[in-house]
């Protein structure tokens, strides 16, 4: 490619240019974290954010403050992401850091105190125009003045230099523009059938886009073992891989990988040997699928004769067919975030009620827990922050701040056509209400009244409502709900104990950061002494208490869950098989004296060590 092309698009374009002569590409082996179990072989197809909607081009002179503002805002918070970037690298092998960290580097520098950026702010100052749009016509203005220098006397390697420029500079706008607008979500509406999906980082609103049935695999440079865009790849039963650091920029399109969920490894352009391997592992991945498949009409009874409730985590419609499949008896956890995710408004009364109506049908009369809205952390949802719902959070610590029910109270219209929704469609079959993110009783108490309230107000209005109003449960999963769980024990109806967000709030580690990953412990004593404390709390009080965060899935662990007293969990779909082999071959005294000896320890490594051997005498 030595002439002037338009440039590639969006589909085929990976975080490098692709301008570099064909050449013979060697094997590479990347490490990440193992997130969907499955392995997969395909082409690599890189997708980088499309480009923003700018939809205002135009201030008002007394703005111009404000809008410089948000330019360095945006400014800042790319610089943040880049050196995330830059830092990630450290794990690669030298000769990789020495091909992507100049990359970085450019970008990094022109965010300093570049020609970019005095042109931005002189256009913002002079002709009023928007940081975004400022930042798009004086990118393109810079790309084009570096593209004039192409006279045809250049060589080719001149050319691609200068083209490579003024990529850099548009792919470095982009980011800006993506920060200033806070752009909503991808399109990967180009996606070839069978590829694997390489993206610097992936939205949990990005993952409730893509279609399973034509995606291999996926893997991001970003991203940890439990964040929430981890658990939308399980729920869709998509091998990934995430916190693959490097890999965006060393991939290249018509590049193949081997990615391979179970153990976290990617492969560029695997060796023949490699390659043979992957096939055999694939094979044997899609056999082990099959076996548990047949234990799909068996109860989850222990040998003993102790029955256990097995059901599954729904985050987005599309999982249905999966749940009755896997045999799980009905939905543990229905995550309702899908329906606020990837729209500019707010779902109505009639819309939810339709949805969670459909919801309830498709599992036949078999129990569904629906949580209401859990908005915060990184479930970031454009339609609250374009219906002007959520004020003044963007910049403060989300995870610390106005998260789950504690918006909800605030603004409690949210809640009311929610639990209206739930209300009309809990006729449909049985229906459990659960609030997420509660650390006090007053929040019950509020909640109740408001439960109460929409109940009289829908029967005022005529709506067929059950006489006896579903049971209202509560998510533990702050260590302050944990340790006061005997409190709210008299308050909620029932516990739903979320380890994933219990394990990052004890442990202080962002669930979903790779950097920290490996402190991200849901084993670790501290938090099985609260699921133990949670647990009994509710057991004291005859209350049901179910796991539905993703320890549930582990079927190492479900002994010892067993063996604390848990008799429900709830898991993504494609774990429940798995779990359910594992309660089939275990007896509840034997889980007892387990737990017993496991809660005696104080140390992550020797824990680890038992529930790996457990049943061989350990
Ligand atoms: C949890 O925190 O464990 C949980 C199940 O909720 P979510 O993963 O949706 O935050
Ligand atoms: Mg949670």
Same mark, same amino acid.
């Given at each position: 490619?030595?002439?002037?092309?338009?440039?590639?698009?969006?589909?085929?374009?990976?975080?490098?240019?692709?301008?570099?002569?064909?050449?013979?590409?060697?094997?590479?082996?990347?490490?990440?974290?193992?997130?969907?179990?499955?392995?997969?072989?395909?082409?690599?197809?890189?997708?980088?954010?499309?480009?923003?909607?700018?939809? &205002? #081009?135009? *201030?008002?002179?007394?703005?111009?403050? !404000? $809008? @410089? =503002?948000?330019?360095?805002? /945006?400014? %800042?918070?790319?610089?943040?992401?880049?050196?995330?970037?830059?830092?990630?690298?450290?794990?690669?092998?030298?000769?990789?850091?020495?091909?992507?960290?100049?990359?970085?580097?450019?970008?990094?520098?022109?965010?300093?105190?570049?020609?970019?950026?005095?042109?931005? &702010? #002189?256009? *913002?100052?002079?002709?009023?125009?928007? !940081? $975004? @749009? =400022?930042?798009?016509?004086? /990118?393109? %203005?810079?790309?084009?003045?570096?593209?004039?220098?192409?006279?045809?006397?250049?060589?080719?390697?001149?050319?691609?230099?200068?083209?490579?420029?003024?990529?850099?500079?548009?792919?470095?706008?982009?980011?800006?523009?993506?920060?200033?607008?806070?752009?909503?979500? &991808?399109?990967?509406?180009?996606?070839?059938?069978?590829?694997?999906?390489? =993206?610097?980082?992936?939205?949990?609103?990005?993952?409730?886009?893509?279609?399973?049935?034509?995606?291999?695999?996926?893997?991001?440079?970003?991203?940890?073992?439990?964040?929430?865009?981890?658990?939308?790849?399980?729920?869709?039963?998509?091998?990934?891989?995430?916190?693959?650091?490097?890999?965006?920029?060393?991939?290249?399109?018509?590049?193949?990988?081997?990615?391979?969920?179970?153990?976290?490894?990617?492969?560029?352009?695997?060796?023949?040997?490699?390659?043979?391997?992957?096939?055999?592992?694939?094979?044997?991945?899609?056999?082990?699928?099959?076996?548990?498949?047949?234990?799909?009409?068996?109860?989850?009874?222990?040998?003993?004769?102790?029955?256990?409730?097995?059901?599954?985590?729904?985050?987005?419609?599309?999982?249905?067919?999966?749940?009755?499949?896997?045999?799980?008896?009905?939905?543990?956890?229905?995550?309702?975030?899908?329906?606020?995710?990837?729209?500019?408004?707010?779902?109505?009364?009639?819309?939810?009620?339709?949805?969670?109506?459909?919801?309830?049908?498709?599992?036949?009369?078999?129990?569904?827990?629906?949580?209401?809205?859990?908005?915060?952390?990184?479930?970031?949802?454009?339609?609250?922050?374009?219906?002007?719902?959520?004020?003044?959070?963007?910049?403060?610590?989300?995870?610390?701040?106005?998260?789950?029910?504690?918006?909800?109270?605030?603004?409690?219209?949210?809640?009311?056509?929610?639990?209206?929704?739930?209300?009309?469609?809990?006729?449909?079959?049985?229906?459990?209400?659960?609030?997420?993110?509660?650390?006090?009783?007053?929040?019950?108490?509020?909640?109740?009244?408001?439960?109460?309230?929409?109940?009289?107000?829908?029967?005022?209005?005529?709506?067929?409502?059950?006489?006896?109003?579903?049971?209202?449960?509560?998510?533990?999963?702050?260590?302050?709900?944990?340790?006061?769980?005997?409190?709210?024990?008299?308050?909620?109806?029932?516990?739903?104990?979320?380890?994933?967000?219990?394990?990052?709030?004890?442990?202080?580690?962002?669930?979903?950061?790779?950097?920290?990953?490996?402190?991200?412990?849901?084993?670790?004593?501290?938090?099985?002494?609260?699921?133990?404390?949670?647990?009994?709390?509710?057991?004291?009080?005859?209350?049901?208490?179910?796991?539905?965060?993703?320890?549930?899935?582990?079927?190492?662990?479900?002994?010892?869950?067993?063996?604390?007293?848990?008799?429900?969990?709830?898991?993504?779909?494609?774990?429940?098989?798995?779990?359910?082999?594992?309660?089939?071959?275990?007896?509840?005294?034997?889980?007892?004296?387990?737990?017993?000896?496991?809660?005696?320890?104080?140390?992550?490594?020797?824990?680890?060590?038992?529930?790996?051997?457990?049943?061989?005498?350990?």
């Amino acid at each position: 490619m030595n002439r002037i092309d338009p440039p590639p698009p969006q589909h085929q374009r990976l975080a490098r240019s692709a301008l570099a002569a064909p050449e013979i590409r060697s094997e590479r082996m990347f490490h990440g974290i193992a997130v969907s179990a499955g392995v997969a072989i395909g082409p690599v197809f890189g997708t980088t954010e499309p480009e923003a909607v700018i939809t &205002r #081009q135009k *201030i008002h002179a007394s703005d111009t403050g !404000a $809008e @410089s =503002a948000r330019l360095d805002a /945006a400014i %800042a918070q790319s610089q943040k992401q880049l050196a995330k970037l830059r830092a990630r690298l450290a794990v690669l092998p030298e000769e990789s850091q020495a091909e992507i960290a100049p990359l970085i580097d450019a970008y990094i520098r022109m965010l300093g105190p570049s020609r970019l950026v005095r042109g931005v &702010r #002189q256009r *913002i100052q002079e002709t009023l125009l928007s !940081a $975004e @749009s =400022a930042v798009m016509k004086e /990118a393109a %203005a810079i790309g084009d003045a570096i593209m004039a220098q192409a006279e045809p006397s250049l060589s080719a390697e001149d050319l691609a230099g200068l083209r490579r420029r003024s990529d850099e500079i548009r792919e470095i706008a982009r980011r800006l523009v993506r920060n200033l607008t806070r752009s909503p979500f &991808r399109s990967f509406a180009g996606l070839p059938e069978g590829s694997i999906l390489v =993206a610097e980082a992936l939205r949990p609103a990005d993952a409730a886009l893509l279609d399973p049935s034509r995606l291999a695999a996926v893997v991001t440079e970003e991203g940890g073992a439990d964040g929430h865009t981890a658990v939308m790849l399980r729920a869709l039963g998509v091998p990934a891989v995430l916190g693959v650091a490097g890999l965006a920029h060393a991939a290249e399109p018509g590049d193949i990988a081997v990615v391979d969920g179970i153990v976290g490894t990617v492969v560029l352009n695997p060796a023949p040997l490699t390659l043979t391997a992957a096939r055999k592992a694939v094979t044997a991945f899609a056999r082990e699928r099959q076996r548990y498949s047949r234990l799909r009409r068996l109860p989850a009874v222990t040998l003993d004769g102790t029955a256990i409730e097995l059901q599954a985590n729904l985050e987005l419609p599309v999982e249905l067919p999966l749940i009755v499949q896997a045999g799980a008896v009905g939905i543990g956890l229905l995550r309702t975030e899908f329906l606020f995710m990837n729209r500019e408004t707010i779902p109505d009364e009639a819309t939810q009620t339709e949805s969670y109506r459909t919801i309830v049908e498709a599992m036949h009369g078999d129990p569904v827990t629906i949580r209401v809205l859990d908005w915060g952390g990184e479930k970031e949802i454009e339609a609250l922050n374009m219906a002007g719902v959520v004020p003044e959070i963007a910049d403060t610590n989300p995870a610390l701040g106005l998260r789950g029910i504690r918006l909800l109270l605030r603004q409690p219209q949210l809640l009311e056509t929610q639990f209206a929704a739930i209300l009309r469609a809990s006729m449909a079959g049985p229906v459990r209400v659960l609030l997420p993110m509660v650390t006090t009783v007053g929040e019950v108490r509020a909640t109740r009244e408001i439960y109460e309230r929409v109940a009289r107000r829908l029967r005022r209005r005529g709506e067929r409502i059950p006489e006896k109003l579903p049971p209202l449960g509560i998510m533990i999963e702050t260590p302050g709900a944990a340790l006061s769980a005997d409190a709210l024990a008299l308050e909620a109806d029932f516990f739903s104990i979320g380890t994933n967000d219990l394990t990052a709030y004890t442990l202080a580690v962002d669930r979903a950061e790779s950097v920290v990953a490996m402190l991200y412990d849901p084993t670790h004593p501290a938090v099985l002494r609260l699921v133990q404390f949670a647990t009994e709390a509710a057991l004291r009080m005859r209350m049901p208490v179910a796991i539905c965060g993703e320890l549930a899935a582990s079927p190492k662990l479900t002994p010892l869950l067993l063996g604390l007293g848990v008799r429900s969990l709830s898991m993504n779909a494609s774990a429940v098989p798995k779990v359910k082999q594992m309660i089939r071959s275990v007896q509840i005294d034997a889980c007892v004296r387990f737990a017993r000896r496991v809660m005696e320890q104080g140390d992550t490594e020797r824990i680890r060590a038992m529930v790996d051997g457990f049943g061989r005498g350990d």
